[in-house]
């Protein structure tokens, strides 16, 4: 079983996207799913051996395509972007719950099915799926600079009431400073002072900056890229491209909806204007933005 990938840096438009493609038929969707994304950063940090990782990758995203099938997990909250109804009509969500879930129903429930999962920040990670699932469908989504900065700050992911909460689930951590702040995997040791001590507005420039430069020095080979502006105000011209990389995958009514929420006012923001950053921080993330 090989997933498709879908990632990008948080809040470039994952979500949008994960949506429209698990609309689209026998496509299941999984939304982050915890442990496959912990997986490569344990790696990283050589606190799990890559053979094993592999083995844990390609079993927990198998369990992740059962679960969506027998909709062991269904996301029925109306009010998250997540949430089964942005996909799925009401008689497949039924179709799923009614299963018997025995290994002779599992496997009938399962085939021709394929299962998209939704991982932000894995782009530097892509070798290691490459090996876990061979020809991988990989899907890479970008937005302009200044509204991902912005939508990190409207979050507060980066407050220091959220680095020390016990439920910082969009943390993934590779540290816990004196005070108790956790420390983001993607924070460079020699920065993780810089880090603490700049404020949360400046820590959103700082993980863009981060993850960003991070990505543009790994090479993607066979991905298919797509841009958060073009999705929302061209939305049936990215359907097409992404039908042609999966292989032909067939909208839905579903889909239909979908596209028919694409909003373009998401697009064209002022600039960051109107927030304080720290000049070290605003100076280093401005000169990757020219750069890219």
């Not at 089964?84 to 496997?107: A, Q, Y």
């Amino acid at each position: 079983m090989t997933p498709i990938l879908i990632t990008g840096i948080p809040r470039s438009g994952t979500t949008l996207l994960g949506t429209l493609i698990g609309s689209l038929e026998n496509i299941e969707y999984d939304y982050e799913p915890l442990w496959l994304l912990q997986i490569p950063v344990l790696v990283k940090f050589g606190l799990l051996r890559s053979p094993v990782a592999i083995e844990l990758l390609r079993n927990l995203a198998f369990e992740s395509f059962i679960e969506q099938v027998l909709c062991r997990k269904v996301n029925l909250h109306a009010s998250d972007a997540s949430n089964c109804w942005n996909m799925k009509s009401p008689e497949e969500v039924l179709e799923g719950i009614e299963w018997v879930d025995d290994s002779r129903t599992t496997l009938e429930a399962v085939t021709g099915k394929r299962i998209a999962l939704k991982m932000p920040n894995i782009s530097r990670f892509y070798r290691m799926f490459q090996v876990a699932f061979p020809n991988v469908p990989f899907i890479v989504i970008t937005r302009r600079p200044a509204d991902v900065v912005r939508s990190f700050i409207a979050k507060g992911w980066l407050t220091d009431g959220y680095l020390r909460s016990k439920t910082a689930t969009r943390i993934v951590p590779k540290n816990v400073s004196s005070d108790g702040r956790l420390i983001p995997w993607w924070v460079p040791p020699i920065e993780e002072e810089h880090f603490l001590n700049i404020d949360s507005n400046s820590r959103a420039l700082f993980m863009w900056r981060c993850l960003t430069a991070r990505l543009s020095v790994v090479e993607l080979p066979g991905a298919h890229h797509v841009a958060f502006e073009e999705l929302v105000t061209h939305p049936r011209d990215v359907l097409e491209s992404l039908r042609s990389y999966l292989g032909g995958a067939v909208p839905t009514t579903t889909t239909e909806k979908v596209i028919a929420k694409m909003d373009p006012s998401r697009i064209n923001r002022p600039d960051l204007e109107e927030y304080v950053f720290d000049p070290f921080e605003f100076s280093k993330a401005v000169t990757l933005m020219e750069a890219l």
